[in-house]
């Protein structure tokens, strides 16, 4: 999940892997510009051809100008990632405010990333075979942003990536080229997402009356299988483009209300922590005891209000048994402060991977791995049948597990692929809602064995497919991750074209929704699991980006199922 604009912190969601991404710090520059009433380009040495970066920056000093290999001209940008930087190059431009960019470039290498901070998306490919490719995206820019900055970078221990002819294409563009004048900093960290950037966190006792306190106890159960449900993540600690959305606010169109974010006080610590938006950042946010009264009346009317641990800046890695305990316990005190029904595990990043050898899904091993099934069991039984237990990863974690497991069973391969299934197996009992993030996705094989890339019905048709029919894990048919009932499986999807890369208009949802549920209007790919009317709905990245949308998304959803 996705959450940031310049000069604030930004927490979540991206690109298939990509939301982890940028743990990194990336120092921009501010060209200073005055927007003409010209189209054309935004960039400044897009090309590379001055022979140095300015003024593109690179974390780390990983970035340079090399004469081979190039796309066109005479030079390129090669960076470095390394096993403990991404290798994030970015320009800083300024943009003008509700207003439609094109951002392209041409990478070379493995897992390469392109992508727009400030609550924008991002893509990627896995891999090139050592030749140019091209990326591109298009956002909008929110009601008050005046700056963005564009990235590339490659991932973890990939090695060197380069980039070529990086353009930003829009209207008003800079006339003649400019020449940068450096006017501040920004350390932007690049989803869910929509991103993807930050992502939700706790649950009252009875009918609440008031503010609630105190442990919960007699927590309502989940809507029945078969109902439908819409789920909406809820900038609850952060401002971004899309503004701050009380909760007294939140429309009544959502039935799972994720609280974006509950995050950790240091990667290991286990310690987590829900601290609401300042006012000096959200100069609307109410006050602790009307959140609280607002928590307590939307579980009145049977809506379910979830702390969503994690996101793009929260790493999580419950790396030992006190991580777990202490896990255990701070989410606990929040649920209770707060009234809250129950958690969204929206862990990205480097939180979960495998340890080599741990290649059963069915027994893990890793210890990240099993001290967080072992903490949620522990949530489970303190707070009882009604605790509800929702889950937002990235498709890098799940459905790319058909393909690749962890680091394989020869070494080399990124721990982190599939890495989700072992916590979705052993909890698929307790699991209220699946809801992968179908958003800021590399193409992924489907059960067809064909790559699916986002943009479409048919991507998300497959991804839910893989979802509702179960597959071979690496391809192993005797190591088969089963199925999982419709009803606890819902389709993520970004809101609006700000909310993260991979929006589809409402025509292509319903499509989705009519393959899926009834097998009509099919694309390309006809799901294997048959038709699922219980299907249980869609999740999205996020309340506040839907409302600044005018609502696009909530409302399709409430008149395709009638509500």
Same mark, same amino acid.
């Given at each position: 999940m996705r959450r940031t604009l310049p000069g604030q912190r930004r927490a979540t969601i991206a690109a298939g892997t990509a939301s982890a991404v940028a743990a990194a710090t990336l120092v921009g520059v501010t060209l200073g510009l005055a927007p003409t009433a010209s189209a054309g380009e935004f960039l400044v040495n897009g090309g590379f051809e001055s022979g140095s970066l300015g003024p593109w920056s690179c974390s780390g000093n990983s970035g340079g100008v090399v004469t081979s290999p190039v796309h066109g001209g005479s030079r390129a940008l090669a960076a470095a990632a390394t096993a403990g930087d991404t290798a994030q190059c970015g320009q800083t431009v300024t943009v003008a405010p509700n207003t439609t960019y094109t951002l392209s470039a041409y990478v070379n290498g493995s =897992?390469? /990333?392109?992508?727009?901070?400030?609550?924008? @998306?991002?893509?990627?490919? &896995?891999?090139?075979g050592g030749s140019y490719q091209k990326l591109s995206l298009s956002f909008t820019t929110g009601a008050t942003q005046t700056s963005a900055t564009v990235y590339t970078h490659g991932w973890y221990g990939q090695g060197t990536y380069y980039a070529d002819d990086i353009s930003l294409d829009g209207p008003g563009a800079p006339s003649p080229t400019p020449t940068p004048t450096p006017t501040g900093t920004a350390s932007p960290t690049a989803s869910p997402t929509a991103t993807p950037t930050g992502t939700p966190t706790g649950t009252p006792t009875g009918t609440p009356t008031g503010t609630p306190t105190g442990t919960p106890t007699g927590t309502p159960t989940s809507p029945p299988a078969g109902s439908h449900a819409l789920v909406g993540y809820l900038h609850a600690s952060f401002a971004n483009g899309a503004g701050y959305t009380r909760m007294a606010d939140v @429309?009544?169109?959502?039935? *799972? !209300?994720?609280?974006?974010?509950?995050? &950790?006080?240091?990667?290991?610590?286990? #310690?987590i922590r829900f601290n609401r938006c300042p006012a000096t950042e959200c100069p609307t946010v109410e006050s602790d005891d009307e959140f609280k009264a607002a928590i307590a009346a939307k579980r009145a009317q049977g809506k379910k209000v979830l702390i969503s641990i994690g996101g793009q800046n929260g790493q999580v890695q419950l790396t030992s048994t006190a991580a777990r305990d202490t896990f255990v316990s701070s989410v606990s005190a929040i649920i209770d402060k707060w009234g809250l029904d129950?958690?969204? !595990? #929206?862990?990205?990043?480097?939180?979960?991977?495998?340890?080599?050898?741990?290649?059963?899904? %069915?027994? &893990?091993?890793?210890?990240? !791995?099993?001290?967080?099934?072992?903490?949620?069991?522990?949530?489970?039984a303190k707070y009882g049948p009604g605790f509800v237990l929702t889950m937002a990863p990235e498709t890098f974690f799940v459905q790319l597990g058909y393909q690749y497991y962890g680091s394989g069973p020869w070494g080399g391969q990124d721990p982190r692929a599939g890495a989700y299934l072992p916590v979705i197996h052993a909890l698929r009992d307790d699991l209220t809602l699946l809801h992968v993030q179908d958003y800021n996705s590399g193409s992924i094989m489907g059960l067809d064995n064909q790559y699916h890339s986002m943009g479409g019905a048919d991507f998300h048709v497959a991804m839910t497919d893989m979802l509702l029919k179960g597959f071979p894990v690496a391809g192993n048919a005797n190591n088969v991750f089963p199925a999982l009932p419709a009803s606890k499986v819902a389709i993520g999807m970004p809101a609006t074209t700000n909310a993260?890369?991979? =929006?589809?208009?409402?025509?292509?949802?319903?499509?989705?929704?009519?393959?899926?549920?009834?097998?009509?209007?099919?694309?390309? /790919?006809? &799901? %294997?699991? $048959?038709?699922?009317?219980?299907? %249980?709905?869609?999740?999205?990245?996020? !309340?506040?980006?839907? %409302?600044?949308?005018?609502?696009? *998304?909530?409302?399709? *959803?409430? $008149? =395709?199922?009638?509500r």
């Open positions: =897992y390469v /990333y392109l992508g727009v901070d400030g609550g924008g @998306p991002s893509t990627w490919t &896995p891999g090139t @429309p009544n169109s959502w039935d *799972f !209300i994720n609280l974006s974010f509950g995050e &950790p006080t240091s990667v290991t610590s286990g #310690d129950g958690l969204d !595990i #929206d862990f990205e990043g480097h939180s979960l991977s495998l340890n080599t050898g741990d290649t059963d899904f %069915r027994n &893990p091993t890793s210890p990240v !791995i099993v001290n967080l099934i072992s903490a949620v069991k522990t949530l489970k993260g890369n991979g =929006y589809v208009a409402p025509a292509e949802v319903n499509k989705a929704l009519d393959c899926l549920t009834k097998l009509a209007n099919c694309g390309t /790919y006809v &799901p %294997r699991s $048959g038709a699922q009317p219980n299907l %249980r709905g869609l999740m999205t990245w996020s !309340i506040n980006w839907d %409302r600044f949308g005018g609502q696009e *998304f909530s409302k399709n *959803f409430n $008149g =395709y199922f009638g």
